[in-house]
């Protein structure tokens, strides 16, 4: 089956380090993966995503995301955290069911950011 | 450009009845989805739609009915509502399937007692 994990369900970080929040894969074929972040009583926001090409992927609000085919990763990380990047992220895959392709999510990893 | 809007913004149903749930979207994207995501679970795709008249299944689809009538707009119904409905729902589009920058609204969250 084609899916994403998110091992960590809370990490903190404090503000100003460097934060990283994980993602693995199971695809057949080549992956295209992204991440989505949540804000309380909020909808889903595009962060970024991988379809092809360099394995360093730069998103919105600082966001990178480091492709890895090798340990089928796609970690989201961040130089430096702010006490506003606090907030629920989502890994996602696209998969193939019959002639559409649609996106299955993980789990999502709540982001804390200490000042 | 308002994006995608739902409406309601949270409602409290009791068992056996019914509602519908509503979304809009004013960018004239053919892609449309429905979710639900529960604590610890992620989302769930329950119906997703690929343009006016064309609608399919997703993976949790029992319960739910959907239409696509208009570009903009994509109904989902819930009948003879249960506990296990209680959920947050989003309803999200795309401009392309490929693309897969899905725009979401801020969601509905019901409740069934």
């Known amino acids: 089956a084609q899916s994403v994990a998110q091992p960590e369900d809370q990490v903190n970080v404090a503000e100003g380090n460097p934060l990283t929040v994980k993602c693995t894969y199971s695809v057949s074929g080549n992956p295209y993966l992204f991440w989505y972040v949540q804000y309380p009583n909020r909808g889903l926001q595009f962060l970024l995503k991988?379809?092809?090409?360099?394995?360093l992927v730069k998103g919105s609000y600082g966001f990178e995301a480091e492709f890895n085919k090798s340990q089928t990763s796609f970690h989201l990380k961040k130089p430096s955290a702010l006490v506003s990047d606090s907030a629920l992220y989502f890994c996602a895959v696209r998969v193939s069911s019959g002639s559409a392709r649609q996106l299955t999510f993980g789990s999502g990893t709540q982001l804390t950011v200490l000042p | 450009n308002a994006g995608v809007t739902q409406t309601p913004k949270f409602r409290i149903l009791k068992i056996g009845q019914s509602m519908t749930l509503q979304c809009t979207q004013d960018m004239n994207h053919n892609y449309m989805y429905w979710y639900r995501q529960d604590p610890g679970m992620g989302l769930k795709l329950i119906y997703y739609?690929?343009?006016?008249?064309?609608?399919d299944k997703g993976e949790v689809p029992n319960g739910y009915n959907v239409s696509r009538s208009t570009t903009e707009d994509f109904p989902l119904r819930l009948e003879l509502a249960a506990p296990s409905q209680t959920s947050v729902y989003f309803c999200?589009?795309?401009?392309?399937?490929?693309?897969?920058?899905?725009?979401f609204g801020p969601g509905t969250r019901l409740t069934v007692t």
């Open positions: 739609s690929v343009g006016a008249g064309i609608t």
């Open positions: 999200a589009s795309s401009r392309r399937q490929s693309s897969y920058e899905q725009y």
């Open positions: 991988y379809i092809t090409g360099d394995n």
